[in-house]
């Protein structure tokens, strides 16, 4: 094995890492709403703190990578989120709890920026795409940590215990991988905290991240709801739509990569947007269980390479460093991730869920016409990003 794959692989362990923590809390939040005897209201307010404490650490991310190297950013992040793990779990009040869940949604921001700043100068050193295999990675973290967490429920296993178990496994891929995650190139960029205007290429992948990821927040939160009061079926079978995309995003991510050096960025973005659009028009014009799940299916992995192909595409800015750029656009397509659920219940009120599903899909058909007008802005002064 050479050491190229040695660090391909510790860079993936950590990005399991952190997707292993995301999941193992979001496992649990039905017994933390337990615990505090919160309201469906007030258990929406405290999810809102790890939002929050994301849109609080992106212009902290970029400045934090380019200032530190992202390799301090990783372990350092590394070791907060396992402390702060179980901290939610130990703590004995609403008022511990919140801010707790802030600094964790910050700390995996900063994991967020760091990991993928790195991922992108181990890609330079491959000479091909490599990223979506990192974001299949970390998809697939989140289905093991919901796996985990179902068997901790199960034993009956409280919270606590069980982040404290995920914590310590976390500190162990850490100290594994940490060794093999090498030391940042040196930039000649200036530094501080950026909150300038992007680029007119940072600007462009930025509306296609946020409208990739208005469509990736709507299938999270409203998959499930869609497939009990559209397309009617049993309520075991309620979770079927939010399966399938999200077994067609995470192996879409480990494909990407293929399928990205053989055709190019741009065209593998549009086929992702059309694909979007087409799964989820086909969801609302035939609501049936057997076209429904295939539409998500189809959703799934329109929905995977968006993010790892934009944040690619993104650290080739010839402007900013990889860190700075990726929290530019980070910043923009988050609020397309928080907008998104909210816009599908206001639009489900006046009209009907499936109104709002069927505008979700033009969702799609807006990246793929971002992606057909103006190539020029991709063209970075060194390189034309195909």
């Known amino acids: 094995m050479t050491l190229l794959q040695k660090r391909r692989i510790a860079l993936g362990s950590l990005f399991f890492m952190a997707g292993l923590c995301f999941s193992s809390w979001a496992a649990r939040i039905p017994d933390i709403q337990f615990k505090f005897s919160l309201s469906e209201a007030q258990l929406g307010t405290l999810l809102l703190g790890l939002p929050l404490g994301s849109l609080v650490a992106l212009p902290l991310a970029g ?14 992040g590394g070791i907060g989120y396992a402390i702060f793990l179980p901290l939610i779990g130990f703590s004995s009040s609403v008022f511990m709890l919140v801010p707790t869940v802030i600094v964790f949604g910050m700390i995996g921001n900063l994991m967020n920026i ?10 330079d050193n491959y000479g091909r795409s490599i990223l979506g295999s990192f974001h299949g990675l970390w998809s697939l973290a989140g289905f093991s940590g919901a796996g985990i967490g179902a068997v901790m429920i199960y034993f009956e296993v409280i919270p606590v215990v069980h982040y404290l178990v995920v914590a310590g496994l976390a500190l162990v891929l ?3 991988g940490q060794r093999y995650v090498f030391k940042d190139a040196k930039s000649s960029e200036g530094s501080g905290m950026v909150l300038r205007r992007p680029d007119d290429l940072l600007l462009r992948i930025g509306a296609i991240a946020f409208l990739g ?11 499930g709801v869609y497939f009990k009061k559209v ?6 079978f309620v979770a079927l739509g939010y399966v399938a995309f999200m077994g067609a995003m995470a192996t879409g991510r480990f494909v990407s990569d293929k399928l990205t050096n053989r055709f190019g960025k741009i065209i593998i973005l549009r086929i992702s947007g059309l694909l979007i659009f087409t799964g989820l028009s086909l969801s609302v014009a035939f609501p049936v269980i057997q076209v429904a799940t295939l539409g998500f299916l189809l959703v799934g992995f329109g929905v995977a390479s968006i993010i790892p192909v934009a944040y690619s595409i993104a650290g080739r800015s010839k402007l900013y460093s990889p860190g700075i750029a990726l929290a530019l656009v980070s910043t923009i397509s988050f609020f397309g991730f928080l907008i998104g659920p909210p816009l599908i219940g206001f639009i489900a009120d006046l009209f009907s869920l499936k109104v709002s599903f069927a505008l979700i899909a033009f969702t799609g058909l807006g990246i793929t016409l971002l992606l057909s007008v103006r190539l020029k802005v991709f063209n970075t002064g060194e390189v034309v990003i195909k």
């Open 114 to 123: 760091s990991l993928n700043t790195k991922a992108l100068e181990l890609e």
């Open 63 to 76: 400045w934090a990578v380019h200032r530190f190297g992202s390799r301090i950013v990783i372990i350092l």
């Open 231 to 236: 397309v009617e079926i049993e309520a075991r």
């Open 213 to 223: 990821m208005m469509c990736e927040g709507c299938m999270f939160d409203w998959s």
């Open 174 to 176: 850490l100290f594994l």
